[in-house]
């Protein structure tokens, strides 16, 4: 198990019936961001609670250039899910009471941010691929969210 | 960046059309593995290609102890969001033949397990909580799999 220091700042407010545990004392497996999501949104607070793929306005996902050959045949998945890494939530919750509702849930009875491996997953509509840009609609992330990964979605 | 071990053998055969690609000198983020996924499936050609949330069998993932308390209302959470590590594949792949087709797409527009990041991403139906212990229809992966995350699912 290896260490890695976290990047930039995370969120460490907690409120009244949260609980957070000690976080193991290191990883069990490595990321790569593979890109970065370009949205309309730089405050949290901005972000709409749930992406629209019909309404939703177009954000773009940039491909680094290593993965430019995965791209091939993405002009021809009308839908695609997007998993993105939440670098700014806090990972120790397992309750929590969510702002909007004040309800106190297990972390696994929501989609919050704040989770042990704070991976967010989107289905979207694609709209173009341009290059290295994959413009989409349904995202509901901060700008500059780090990608992991864009799969076909069948259903 | 830090470098991470690989964990157990990794799958290594590559098919006509495929192609790879120099990995990242690093990771830029680090995984906990939070439990374990248990099915009847011990090889990876016994595995469906797609897991049935109708008559697909009871599979079961295990929490660790750790995380017991996220727990906390998913027996009211008739639908599930997994996500799941695919310890076993290779990341490196920019296009691919799947067995199945032969057809040689990019990564991007397959759900195939190589990928840079091989997390895997089900839906599944609920069947019960009993402690640590929470029993599902609808996987299609290894026995033994390491777990990411579970989420409840709204639609």
């Known amino acids: 198990m290896v260490h890695i220091a976290a990047a930039g700042p995370v969120d ?4 009244p019936g949260e609980k957070a545990v000690e976080l193991p004392a290191g990883f069990d497996a490595g990321l790569y961001f593979i890109g970065r999501i370009r949205t309309p949104w730089t405050e949290r607070g901005a972000c709409p609670r749930r992406g629209d793929a019909q309404e939703g306005p177009v954000c773009t996902i940039e491909i680094a250039p290593r993965w430019a050959q995965a791209l091939t045949g993405v002009a021809d998945c009308p839908r695609l899910q997007v998993l993105y890494w939440m670098n700014r939530a806090r990972r120790d919750l397992v309750l929590q009471s969510p702002r909007h509702d004040g309800d106190t849930r297990g972390t696994f009875a929501l989609r919050s ?9 989107s289905v979207v509509q694609l709209v173009a691929v341009e290059g290295l840009n994959v413009h989409v ?9 780090p990608l992991l990964d864009l799969k076909v979605q069948h259903d």
């Open 113 to 121: 941010p704040v989770r042990p491996n704070p991976i967010a997953s």
């Open 12 to 15: 460490e407010d907690i409120r």
């Open 137 to 145: 609609r349904g995202l509901d992330c901060l700008d500059g969210t």
